[in-house]
């Protein structure tokens, strides 16, 4: 299995809080994902990097951000977290942009 | 971007060979066909990708026409632990907006 790492593996959380999302990779794999995955919707993109510093949205982005600061880490930052956000979230990595990924375990995120 | 259309679940047998198919109308002429298997909490796993004809690998085949207009993820001899969900998805290569849809919900029975 991709070396690939999030943490946590579950949190809950309260509404109107900061909430921050990592993963890890071991691969030095230059793109990576962020899903998040409800009932009914299967997985949608929130956001992409690919490279160190170079992210951008996909097709659920709003009320969230992200940061690569080196090749291993992405983090997803929830601002300001609300109930809709409640989901599970996986993040994913590719060597080569729309070939083979490699998904992590997922974390399950509450807002109460 | 190309959006795929594939049955919501299927019922199988242990030691049947199950075909899986993704209609995919409007899928582009640069759009890679990809399928995927996702356990019970569990991230997706890749299964295969192809672009047209016939793909094969040591888990699946994979079925493409020539107006590639559909696709068929042929799994053969199935065993319990191939109940999972499987999505199709379309995409460019040099893209990365690639769409999950639902999936297909996959029950096999001993």
């Known amino acids: 299995d991709a070396g690939i790492t999030q943490s946590p593996r579950h949190k809950v959380t309260e509404t109107g809080t900061p909430v921050t999302l990592r993963c890890h990779q071991t691969?030095?794999?230059?793109?990576m994902y962020w899903y998040r995955q409800d009932p009914g919707h299967g997985l949608r993109l929130i956001h992409y990097s690919y490279g160190v510093k170079d992210t951008d949205k996909g097709e659920v982005s709003d009320g969230y951000s992200v940061s690569r600061s080196k090749t291993e880490d992405f983090l997803l930052t929830l601002e300001s977290a609300t109930s809709s956000q409640t989901s599970v979230y996986f993040c994913?990595?590719?060597?080569?942009?729309?070939?083979?990924?490699?998904f992590g375990q997922g974390t399950r995120l509450t807002v109460v | 971007l190309a959006k795929t259309t594939q049955p919501i679940s299927m019922d199988s047998y242990e030691g049947q060979e199950v075909n899986i198919t993704c209609s995919h109308n409007n899928i582009a002429t640069n759009d890679y066909i990809t399928w995927y298997q996702q356990f019970p909490s569990q991230g997706p796993r890749f299964i295969i990708q192809g672009y047209k004809t016939k793909v094969t690998n040591e888990v699946a085949s994979l079925f493409i026409p020539a107006d590639r207009k559909s696709s068929t993820l042929s799994l053969p001899r199935v065993s319990l632990s191939d109940t999972a969900v499987y999505y199709c998805l379309v995409g460019d290569p040099g893209g990365f907006k690639t769409i999950f849809g639902a999936g297909t919900r996959l029950f096999v029975k001993a």
């Open positions: 994913a990595i590719s060597e080569a942009r729309q070939l083979e990924a490699f």
């Open positions: 691969e030095n794999h230059r793109y």
